[in-house]
């Protein structure tokens, strides 16, 4: 079991950057592969980036590919997201993810995948 706890979403110009944060408990943190997730009102929630549990692996979804960076520290249960190159249709809510994974080079991409999920942060990307 963990638990996820997001932080770092706010109100930023398009063109800015953000950097997203999620805590997680428990004990066998370094053994999870973990996610990032967003989903606007009304629509499915969209892969934004994944991250093995070596760190050694990641995957990006298109619409973020080259703006967004993914990264972990497994000393801290920390997992982050840099967003640079900030976008209005960037605003949504975005979600930390995470599932016990065997491999230590493998992270999903399909959000069915992920066992366990924070409560979101909101971002918005003003024109």
């Known amino acids: 079991q963990v638990q996820l706890v997001e932080s770092g979403g706010g109100l930023v110009q398009a063109g800015g950057s953000l950097r997203l944060s999620c805590a997680a408990s428990?004990?066998?943190?370094?053994?999870?592969?973990m996610g990032w997730f967003r989903q606007a009102p009304g629509k499915e929630r969209e892969f934004v980036a994944a991250?093995?549990?070596?760190?050694?692996?990641?995957y990006y979804g298109d619409s973020v590919k080259g703006r967004f960076t993914i990264s972990r520290a497994n000393a801290e249960n920390t997992v982050a997201l840099q967003m640079n190159s900030l976008k209005p249709e960037d605003t949504v809510v975005y979600y930390c993810?995470?599932?016990?994974?065997?491999?230590?080079?493998?992270?999903?991409?399909?959000?069915?995948?992920?066992?366990?999920w924070g409560q979101g942060t909101q971002v918005t990307v003003s024109s």
């Open positions: 993810a995470a599932v016990l994974t065997p491999s230590p080079i493998f992270a999903p991409v399909h959000r069915y995948r992920y066992d366990f």
């Open positions: 428990g004990r066998t943190f370094g053994r999870y592969a």
């Open positions: 991250i093995s549990w070596s760190g050694t692996s990641t």
